[in-house]
């Protein structure tokens, strides 16, 4: 067991893992170009595994973190590493992806050894922010009991760049070193627009979160009467609605991002999550009431690819998509 722990996974075995983990996102990946899938897939791996160490229960808020921290610094060593021990989060995940995952992370850090050093020094620096992030995220809302919710816009927008703002910028970065012609747009354009489409898409998660994470007693949302808000969500509608505009606004930047680059399967992979993220935003303010559950159907997201392989590979079909688009603007 401990020498398959010390093997890289082969690049099928990564991409099942991957394919386990997010459907949604294998599909943007598996059709990256090869100079970049191996790094993107790490760092969503990555990512993903710390989140679920985060969130495991029955582990003390400060165990947490120091835990993250090793994760941390076996993610930004440059030699090879003692296994990390993670026996205690196994124990505590039911079957399926999130333990497919943490059985095979060890083996997943051993592939980092397989990017370029500047690959993996991109993938250190996002991996920072995002467990910052996450760290964060248990000193708010696990130190002290009670309800928790952010104090300010300032707090969430911290709060939205650290764990996918970064993403946007670290995307942006990486292809930025593979292409010269990535994008016809200054580069801090450019990092401003992949900033805010990560912002965008996480907003999206919160809003729609939202209910739950009122039952468990937290607000990402700035909320000035939280208590109110727990036993009425429906209180925080105004705030809720005001979010969800910076959402909307977010993603019109994103708009701007996937239009500007020019290799076209990364454009494809950029372009579905915009498209799945309008169509979410669009749904979530059609409801009468805030609710939980709320999620596109397949035939929809179907849909949505399709546009986005025109949007990718047929130049003059833009404006027919971005009319479509511009509906969910509101």
């Known amino acids: 067991m401990l020498k398959k722990l010390l093997i890289a996974p082969s690049a099928s075995d990564l991409f ?7 459907r949604s996102f294998y599909i943007s990946v598996r059709f990256l170009p090869k100079r970049i899938r191996l790094t993107i897939a790490l760092g969503y791996l990555l990512a993903r595994a710390s989140d679920t160490i985060a969130d495991t229960n029955g582990m003390e808020p400060q165990s947490r973190i120091e835990f ?15 296994p990390l021990e993670f026996s205690f989060f196994l124990a505590r995940q039911a079957e399926g992806s999130e333990k497919t995952l943490l059985l095979n992370i060890n083996r997943i850090l051993r592939s980092l050894a397989t990017v370029s050093p500047q690959h993996r020094e991109l993938l ?14 248990i000193e708010r809302f696990e130190m002290q009991p009670g309800v928790h919710g952010l104090p300010d ?11 996918a703002g970064s993403v946007g910028e670290f995307w942006t970065k990486l292809c930025l070193l593979e292409w010269r012609d990535y994008s016809g747009l200054p580069v801090e354009k450019l990092l401003e627009q992949g900033r805010k489409f990560g912002q965008g898409l996480q907003l999206i998660n919160i809003l ?18 939280l208590y109110e808000v727990v036993a009425d969500p429906n209180l925080a509608r105004a705030e809720w609605e005001r979010w969800r505009q910076r959402a909307f606004g977010n993603l019109n930047a ?5 239009d500007s680059i020019r290799p076209p399967r990364v454009r494809f992979a950029c372009a579905v999550p915009l498209f799945i993220g309008v169509r979410t935003l669009t749904m979530l303010g ?3 009431e805030l609710r939980p559950g709320i999620k596109i159907p397949r035939s929809e997201v179907r849909e949505l690819i399709s546009w986005a392989v025109a949007l990718a590979w047929v130049p003059f079909s833009k404006k027919y998509i971005a009319r479509k688009i511009c509906r969910g603007w509101r």
């Open 68 to 82: 993250l921290g090793r994760f941390l610094a076996a993610i930004c060593k440059t030699n090879s590493h003692a």
């Open 153 to 163: 816009d300032d707090s969430l927008d911290e709060y939205t760049y650290l764990v």
């Open 208 to 225: 729609r979160d939202f209910p739950n994470d009122l039952r468990q007693k937290r607000s990402y949302l700035p909320i000035t009467n």
């Open 16 to 22: 099942g893992v991957l394919k386990d983990v997010s």
């Open 254 to 258: 994103g708009w701007g991002y996937v």
């Open 286 to 288: 059609s409801q009468c």
């Open 124 to 137: 250190a620096e996002v991996l920072s922010k995002i467990i910052h992030g996450q760290t964060l995220d």
